[in-house]
């Protein structure tokens, strides 16, 4: 089992700057990636960007390119999105994500996901 704990939303001015963090503890067989993903009100959830564990792979929604960085510091098991020229079109529920095997099995993937932290963008 992997536990996910997300900090560090808020309100910020738009132009702004957030950073956000997601600490994970407990374990699991094969971790293959970690990530972000917002869900706006009344909007489906959304990948924002996805950190791969094997040979360090990056994605990006399109719509943040350029803007937010995601990386991720393996000795303190934690993943950081570094938001940046926020947008009023950015206010959602920012949530962490790690996906994984808990056996060899190629059924064995699960995805955990944190409670959430709520990011508002406005003046």
């Known amino acids: 089992q992997v536990q996910l704990v997300e900090s560090g939303g808020g309100l910020v001015q738009p132009g702004g700057s957030l950073r956000l963090s997601c600490a994970a503890s407990?374990?699991?067989?094969?971790?293959?990636?970690m990530g972000w993903s917002r869900q706006a009100p009344g909007q489906e959830r959304e990948t924002v960007a996805t950190i791969f564990t094997s040979g360090g792979g990056i994605n990006y929604a399109e719509s943040v390119k350029g803007r937010f960085t995601i990386s991720r510091d393996n000795a303190e098991n934690t993943v950081t999105l570094q938001m940046n020229s926020l947008e009023p079109e950015d206010t959602a529920v920012y949530y962490c994500?790690?996906?994984?095997?808990?056996?060899?099995?190629?059924?064995?993937?699960?995805?955990?996901w944190g409670k959430g932290t709520p990011v508002t963008v406005s003046s």
């Open positions: 407990g374990s699991i067989f094969r971790l293959i990636a």
């Open positions: 994500s790690a996906t994984g095997y808990l056996s060899q099995l190629p059924s064995s993937r699960v995805d955990y």
